[in-house]
């Protein structure tokens, strides 16, 4: 696959998923510092953490790699997240694999984005980088995240739940679901 000269720019009804920019760094480390957006995580990264995570998609993206995207509201342009893909960094039974995830600001929660910008990006990753399977997991717990994976057509078969290698034996989070999309079963 020959890099676009420029990172592509995804956009749905509402929202614009493009590559990331200097003036993302502030409202993206507030909503990693924000407890209740990293309920789901064992703790909320540091600023040169969430700056670092910017800093590595912005150069996969820009060589036209599974990257995560930062999102917009098109209407007004206000910054509320990131949606998109990323390798995983650990070894499991699933790995290697691509992986789509979403993290938004807690003011952006409950408006449909995350699903909205999520199958936007399944197009991306199916059509535009012929990945034949994308992943999802979380941990066990996080209803609303399993709930997005649901409704953007992701399955769940039980047999491929796992434990988390990253997390500690006793972590509440430790217990992961993963759920997968294919190519051949989209619409």
């Known amino acids: 696959m020959t890099p676009p000269a420029t990172p592509p720019v995804l956009r749905t009804e509402r929202l614009v998923l493009r590559q990331w920019r200097e003036q993302d760094r502030d409202p993206f480390a507030a909503l990693n510092a ?3 957006v990293m309920e789901f995580f064992p703790a909320c990264p540091t600023r040169a953490e ?12 820009a060589a036209g790699e599974p990257g995560l995207f930062a999102v917009e509201v098109a209407a007004t342009g206000t910054f509320i997240g990131f ?90 989070l430790l217990r992961h679901v993963l759920y997968r999309g294919r190519r051949s079963a989209q619409p």
């Open 34 to 36: 924000d407890p209740r």
């Open 50 to 61: 969430s700056d670092a995570l910017i800093d590595r998609h912005r150069a996969l993206l």
């Open 83 to 172: 949606v998109g893909l990323a390798v995983p960094r650990f070894e499991a039974a699933f790995t290697p694999c691509v992986e789509i995830g979403w993290r938004l600001a807690r003011d952006a929660w409950g408006h449909g984005y995350a699903s909205e910008a999520a199958r936007t990006v399944l197009t991306h990753a199916f059509e535009d980088l012929g990945l034949p399977e994308v992943v999802s997991f979380t941990a066990a717990v996080n209803l609303r995240s399993r709930a997005v994976m649901e409704r953007i057509g992701l399955t769940r078969d039980p047999a491929d739940d796992f434990d988390h290698p990253l997390l500690a034996p006793d972590s509440p």
